[in-house]
């Protein structure tokens, strides 16, 4: 241990020389008459088209140095933009004495340097420009990581993303796919008529969904205020106003639990769509995912353990048919109104062989059979569609039966949830009495330091009259997960929510 502490102070040492006598460097060369970090810098390619442009084409673009070999008279290196990484050949010969001198001294792996010359093919194969310029254009005052290899430390990477950005060329790769994600969403959904909105981040109340809000307090207003947990109020009223399509793309915030699949701040999208219902969503669902697919280039992905499949149209199951199939009776046996029959419902959990607590609530005990029995044998996305009113109860019914609603859910991977849809409500007395009970349960929960505020606003603008309606959320992180073959949230949210290091 005392030997492991000592290397670690002699790095930490190291380290500190190192970062010293850089700033030093930089200090001479401003002394000297040499600007370290210029203003302005007469780019005119990427490294990418650098790569792509035939012999003998005159090239001046820039980048990070990311390898470096001197070999006395000449120099071979590499530059990176987010393009691409090309070679660049430096020559005494070509760029003189005094600037090739300035090269071998001040210009070092980390640096950016501004590179003119034209393209030729080495005697390997490799396009490179032999440079007649080289110009330092920020100065590195820490060193890389690793030399740009093995920064493989989860909380070090996620805490240092930059450096993630620098070292691990896949990571990049990630976020580009995540950008390319959400733009052919955008597409998808304009090409089709939608709006794009904006609605309040900071909200009078926490409505919309089950979930802990943040909570914070305008100075002054003198009132308190909760960070969003869900869209669907505000996008309601937008139906209500005439907006006939619209979606938003956004963050939310839930003061919960971390793990692979939660950060307390992520991106949602919601959309709605007057004279649509849960069928029309499901439709839109496939056109959306499809697209994004395509966006990236991919038509399967190695996720969670599974291959899946990516082409649309993906599968709809529903329920109550796949509750006769696995347990051999009619889902309407556990069933009672709004509620569960719990002794039926524990009776069937025990004889499926299930784990459960037995005084666990009976939603619980039903989410247990549906996702172990039931949603986990399918890999690819598969739409459940079909839900018993006692687990959703701010969908509408199924015509003719009270205990079903018109609501699905995407899974993939065995159980990963990636969107929700709604043949929405639009009786504004059945809104309300559900939005109250929702309180009511939750005030009854111990776990729920206070109830839900219902809505009064919102049921005054349905009470203006709100036409039949679907509506659908995606979780834009989940997606992104699911197309980058990613476990974790942390891999595809730049900057992921962290404890606070120990000073």
């Known amino acids: 241990m005392e030997n492991k502490e000592q290397q670690n102070q002699q790095k930490l040492s190291g380290l500190e020389d190192i970062i010293k006598n850089k700033y030093q460097e930089a200090q001479d060369l401003k002394a000297a008459g040499i600007n370290p970090y210029p203003a302005h810098i007469d780019?005119?390619?990427?490294?990418?088209?650098?790569?792509?442009?035939?012999?003998?084409?005159?090239?001046?673009?820039?980048?990070?140095?990311?390898?470096?070999?001197?070999?006395?008279?000449?120099?071979?290196?590499?530059?990176?933009?987010?393009?691409?990484?090309?070679?660049?050949?430096?020559?005494?010969?070509?760029?003189g004495d005094d600037k090739y001198a300035f090269f071998k001294k001040h210009i070092a792996v980390g640096d950016f340097v501004f590179v003119s010359g034209h393209m030729f093919i080495t005697k390997t194969g490799e396009k490179t420009i032999k440079a007649d310029k080289v110009e330092l254009i920020s100065k590195a005052i820490r060193p890389m990581p690793e030399k740009f290899h093995g920064l493989q430390d989860t909380e070090v990477r996620f805490r240092n993303r930059h450096l993630d950005l620098i070292a691990n060329e896949e990571v990049k790769d990630i976020f580009i796919k995540r950008a390319k994600i959400i733009s052919s969403i955008r597409k998808t959904l304009d090409a089709k008529?939608?709006?794009?909105?904006?609605?309040?981040?900071?909200?009078?109340?926490?409505?919309?969904?089950?979930?802990?809000?943040?909570?914070?307090?305008?100075?002054a207003l003198k009132m308190p205020l909760f960070m969003r947990?869900?869209?669907?109020?505000y996008h309601k009223r937008l139906i209500i106003g005439g907006l006939d399509r619209i979606y938003e793309i956004g963050k939310m915030f839930r003061n919960e639990g971390i793990d692979t699949t939660h950060n307390p701040e992520f991106t949602?999208?919601?959309?709605?769509?007057?004279?649509?219902?849960?069928?029309?969503?499901?439709?839109?669902?496939?056109?959306?995912?499809?697209?994004?697919?395509?966006?990236?280039?991919?038509?399967?992905?190695?996720?969670?353990?599974?291959?899946?499949?990516l082409v649309p149209p993906f599968k709809r199951v529903y329920i109550p048919q796949a509750w006769q199939e696995t347990f051999g009776e009619d889902i309407h046996e556990i069933l009672n109104g709004r509620a569960f029959r719990r002794d039926k419902l524990i009776a069937l959990a025990k004889k499926a062989g299930v784990a459960f607590k037995e005084d666990e609530p009976s939603d619980k005990i039903y989410d247990v059979l549906f996702e172990e029995k039931i949603v986990s044998?399918?890999?690819?996305?598969?739409?459940?569609?079909?839900?018993?009113?006692?687990?959703?109860?701010?969908?509408?019914?199924?015509?003719?039966?009270?205990?079903?609603?018109?609501?699905?859910?995407?899974?993939?991977?065995?159980?990963?949830?990636?969107?929700?849809?709604?043949?929405?409500?639009?009786?504004?007395?059945?809104?309300?009495?559900?939005?109250?009970?929702?309180?009511a349960a939750k005030a009854q929960d111990p776990s729920n330091e206070d109830a839900d505020i219902v809505d009064i606003d919102y049921i005054r603008a349905m009470e203006a009259g709100m036409p039949p309606t679907g509506g659908m959320g995606i979780g834009i992180d989940r997606i992104t997960m699911m197309l980058t073959g990613q476990d974790s949230i942390r891999e595809i949210i730049l900057f992921p929510t962290l404890k606070n290091q120990e000073k």
Not at 281 to 308: C, P, Q, S, T, W
Not at 384 to 392: F, Q
Not at 396 to 424: C, H, M, T, W
């Open 43 to 95: 780019v005119k390619n990427t490294c990418l088209e650098a790569k792509n442009a035939p012999e003998n084409t005159q090239i001046a673009t820039a980048g990070r140095l990311v390898q470096l070999r001197i070999m006395g008279k000449a120099a071979f290196a590499h530059i990176r933009d987010v393009s691409a990484k090309v070679q660049i050949y430096v020559q005494r010969d070509l760029l």
């Open 193 to 219: 008529g939608y709006l794009e909105v904006e609605t309040p981040t900071l909200t009078p109340s926490a409505g919309g969904a089950i979930a802990k809000p943040f909570e914070t307090f305008h100075n």
């Open 229 to 233: 947990i869900a869209l669907e109020l």
């Open 268 to 309: 949602m999208m919601e959309m709605y769509q007057a004279y649509g219902d849960v069928n029309t969503m499901a439709d839109l669902f496939d056109e959306i995912l499809g697209n994004a697919a395509k966006a990236i280039g991919v038509e399967k992905v190695n996720y969670r353990g599974f291959e899946i499949n």
């Open 377 to 439: 044998n399918y890999k690819d996305p598969v739409f459940m569609l079909d839900y018993p009113t006692a687990v959703s109860p701010f969908s509408k019914n199924k015509p003719g039966d009270p205990e079903i609603v018109e609501r699905f859910e995407v899974f993939v991977a065995g159980g990963q949830e990636l969107g929700n849809a709604y043949s929405e409500l639009n009786d504004p007395a059945d809104q309300y009495q559900r939005l109250k009970d929702q309180a």
